[in-house]
């Protein structure tokens, strides 16, 4: 290759790193939205790089669009694996917790998304579903362009559309809780653990509350949701040794994050309703906690 030849390659190289580096916030999201794993939607960025990286850039009239529609090919190839392993999972399976800046919250809509709890709602639709709900939903992109990218037409992508809305109205949180209110329940909750006192412990807790623990079958944890207040409470009493309880962010939402000797032991999100705790999200697998270390950017 000559020296002119070599300077063209190189210019289409820096050009196709600095449009994904510029939409790589972005990619990562729409994959995480799907997936409900950092290290599956990593890797879903990773064959959108490749397949990136061999494409006439010239032929690319839209490379945000292009990215978006690659992605989401790639996250819909892994999500159908990802189901077949989450078949032989031990106990409940939660989504990997990302720790998040506070400012991510003030987006209502992407912080809603992101909760554990709207993430678990999404894992009730069909691959198909779920990636037309939040390419719509969420990224509020065309029908047109989410055709393109689930390999449907736009009059069956609009059909899938008014079915996963219908399905997730049905299951999504009740009511829309501001971040102040939800610190305020978590606060008393953080309050009423460190104390053990079981009084308050109750008046913050729902009566039908449910805890939901993944350990993964690496570390102890409940391998069937804890349902009703006075079985949630004596979980959470029995919380011993030395640990601490500090407040973050995870998911665009306020959580806990319990810690012993040092080292994140378990990640506690909520689902607040009315004032009161109505779900507990604890991940504890090891492998699923690398994402709280360092605040993960996103972006729509």
């Not at 950092?38 to 690319?60: C, G, I, K, P, Y």
């Not at 990218?149 to 899938?160: C, E, L, Y």
């Amino acid at each position: 290759m000559d020296e002119r030849s070599k300077g063209t390659a190189d210019g289409r190289m820096d050009a196709a790193t600095e449009a994904f580096i510029a939409h790589r916030n972005l990619l990562f999201t729409v994959a995480y939205e799907m997936l409900g794993s950092a290290a599956d939607a990593e890797d879903a960025l990773q064959e959108t790089w490749l397949r990136w990286t061999s494409v006439d850039l010239e032929t690319v009239r839209d490379p945000r669009a292009y990215l978006v529609r690659t992605t989401t090919r790639q996250a819909l190839t892994r999500l159908r694996s990802l189901r077949r392993r989450k078949e032989s999972y031990v106990g409940p399976w939660l989504p990997e917790p990302l720790l998040t800046a506070p400012d991510v919250a003030e987006d209502v809509e992407l912080a809603e998304s992101l909760s554990m709890a709207m993430l678990l709602v999404l894992e009730t639709l069909a691959p198909t579903e779920r990636a037309v709900f939040v390419l719509r939903e969420v990224f509020a992109l065309d029908y047109e362009e989410i055709a393109q990218a689930v390999g449907r037409n736009p009059d069956a992508v609009r059909q899938i559309a008014h079915r996963a809305r219908k399905h997730v109205a049905a299951r999504r949180p009740r009511d829309s809780v501001s971040p102040s209110d939800t610190r305020a329940a978590l606060r008393a909750f953080q309050q009423a653990v460190e104390t053990g006192d079981l009084r308050n412990l109750m008046d913050v807790l729902a009566p039908d509350v449910v805890l939901l623990t993944d350990g993964g079958g690496v570390v102890r944890a409940a391998l069937a949701p804890v349902v009703g207040a006075d079985r949630v409470a004596a979980v959470l009493a029995g919380i011993s040794g030395p640990a601490t309880l500090r407040p973050t962010h995870v998911n665009g939402r306020p959580a806990l994050v319990l810690g012993r000797a040092g080292e994140i032991d378990t990640v506690i999100a909520t689902r607040i309703d009315d004032g009161r705790v109505t779900g507990l999200y604890a991940v504890r697998n090891p492998e699923k906690l690398s994402r709280m270390t360092q605040e993960t950017l996103l972006h729509r």
